[in-house]
């Protein structure tokens, strides 16, 4: 299983990673990423999206961890 | 504050900051002839960190020794401002924590070592290693590194970053410091005072270790209490709190709540006051002893007010990195402090409730996960001033709180 690790120290909320992963994330009232899960797990159907999203975070502030 | 009582049972506190005292009472550094030898003795003594997290200390020591060209630290940071025990520690022994830092140098097979102190007590520790190198007291060099005095200087990562000469900010913890700490290396981060612990676990056994404590929680832990009462006393775990109030001195008045924890922890109502002082204890008020702070709220003082003080001060001391954290906290801390002082309005206690969710778990360290523990604690162990307050009545100020 792949879940969605955020670096906090890195992320400025630019909203890049909600844009593409609705499905998983949306901002909070400050414009940084909120997991509509608690721990934000990837389905196997959104792992493009999510790779996606891990590389073109402007921050370098998304990754994958393998669980 | 550092009033030190002299107690027949105490272990840490016993022989003085002078090494040839210290060697006279507790004998020579006791070697353990090798890495990886006094990890099966720190688990059958059940030894667990005396910094806050309480995690066992020989998961960490197995975890650093199985890594290359580790590194140690000896945290006495001591971020926490109702918290003296660890300067305490290090004015009064210094030895049996220096002792400590080498054996757990010698256990994890680390050529460098670090001791992470604040100002005050930094001159004692380099006059200790000034009187060991003197002696040829120990085999690796110990540099003391000096602490910033913030809330969060002494958390994990944040001690990597110093040691490293950069601001002692936490990191985030993608890569574990046990794993990736100082330049890259496997890192033994660990409080000072469980380093005391580790020596004395080395010279006398897990057995004597564990002669005092609870079967579940071993040992004693050194306990800084303040408010009403003060003053750092080691007890042994399971205590019951009001035996540990009653060796402060007593509360020369009753007691309306008592903070358990320091400013991350949680109240306890007076009549939790039986409870014991241990995880098992004081879960049900969903507090644990952590870095072993206590602050006495007397009666007639308004919780609420104090509450919304020690949570501005929380979010003043945000490392300004998280979003969730910068953002979240100042907005906690307002919202309290408009319960406390005002203007009023119905819904603040669910504003509360709803920033407390929003920024749990969403920072790279424990500090807006703890402010939260420790704000949910406030609004339930003083519902009644909530209520209180919203009808324009104060504990403290009587009527005209808004």
Redesign the interface.
């Known amino acids: 299983m792949t879940r969605l690790?955020?670096?906090?120290?890195?992320?400025?909320?630019r909203g890049a990673c909600v844009e593409l992963l609705p499905e998983l994330l949306y901002r909070?009232?400050?414009?940084?990423p909120?997991a509509r899960e608690?721990q934000p797990q990837v389905p196997p159907a959104l792992e493009g999206h999510a790779r996606r999203a891990v590389r073109d975070c402007p921050r370098l502030a998304l990754?994958f961890?393998e669980t | 504050m550092t009033a030190t009582v002299v107690d027949s049972r105490a272990r840490l506190i016993v022989a003085g900051p002078d090494l040839a005292e210290h060697v006279r009472r507790h004998g020579p550094v006791p070697w353990q002839g090798g890495p990886h030898r006094l990890i099966p003795l720190v688990e059958a003594a059940g030894l667990t960190g005396h910094g806050g997290a309480g995690f066992p200390t020989h998961r960490k020591l197995a975890a650093v020794a199985a890594g290359d060209r580790p590194v140690v630290v000896g945290n006495g940071a001591e971020g926490e401002p109702a918290s003296a025990k660890d300067r305490t520690l290090l004015h009064h022994a210094p030895h049996l924590v220096l002792d400590g830092l080498q054996l757990a140098a010698e256990c994890v097979g680390a050529s460098r070592a670090y001791l992470y102190v604040q100002q005050a007590p930094a001159e004692a520790v380099r006059h200790a290693l000034a009187q060991r190198r003197a002696a040829r007291q120990d085999r690796i060099a110990v540099e003391v590194v000096v602490a910033a005095d913030r809330f969060v200087s002494g958390e994990e990562s944040a001690v990597v970053s110093a040691v490293e000469g950069r601001a002692p900010?936490?990191?985030?913890k993608?890569r574990m410091v046990v794993k990736s700490g100082v330049r890259g290396r496997p890192t033994l981060v660990q409080n000072v005072e469980t380093l005391a612990h580790l020596a004395l676990i080395a010279r006398h056994g897990p057995t004597w270790f564990r002669s005092r404590g609870t079967a579940e929680e071993p040992g004693t832990f050194l306990a800084t209490v303040n408010g009403a009462v003060g003053g750092v006393y080691e007890l042994p775990y399971g205590v019951p709190v009001e035996e540990a109030l009653a060796r402060a001195g007593g509360t020369p008045v009753p007691l309306q709540a008592l903070l358990v924890g320091g400013f991350h922890g949680a109240w306890l109502p007076p009549e939790a006051f039986g409870a014991p002082l241990s995880r098992a204890g004081l879960r049900p008020w969903g507090a644990v002893p952590g870095a072993g702070v206590l602050v006495a709220l007397p009666l007639g003082r308004c919780g609420l007010i104090e509450s919304a003080r020690i949570a501005g001060y929380l979010a003043g001391e945000t490392a300004g990195?998280?979003?969730?954290?910068v953002?979240?906290l100042p907005r906690l801390a307002t919202t309290l402090h408009r319960l406390a002082h005002g203007p009023l309005h119905p819904a603040l206690p669910a504003e509360v409730a709803r920033l407390s969710a929003?920024v749990e778990?969403?920072?790279?360290c424990n500090h807006p996960d703890g402010t939260v523990r420790f704000i949910r604690s406030s609004m339930q162990i003083f519902a009644a001033e909530v209520t209180a307050h919203l009808a324009g009545r104060c504990s403290q100020h009587g009527r005209g709180t808004r």
């Open positions: 690790h955020i670096d906090w120290t890195a992320c400025e909320g909070d009232e400050w414009g940084y909120l608690k990754r961890v | 900010l936490p990191r985030d993608f990195q998280c979003g969730p954290c953002n979240g929003l778990r969403r920072g790279a």
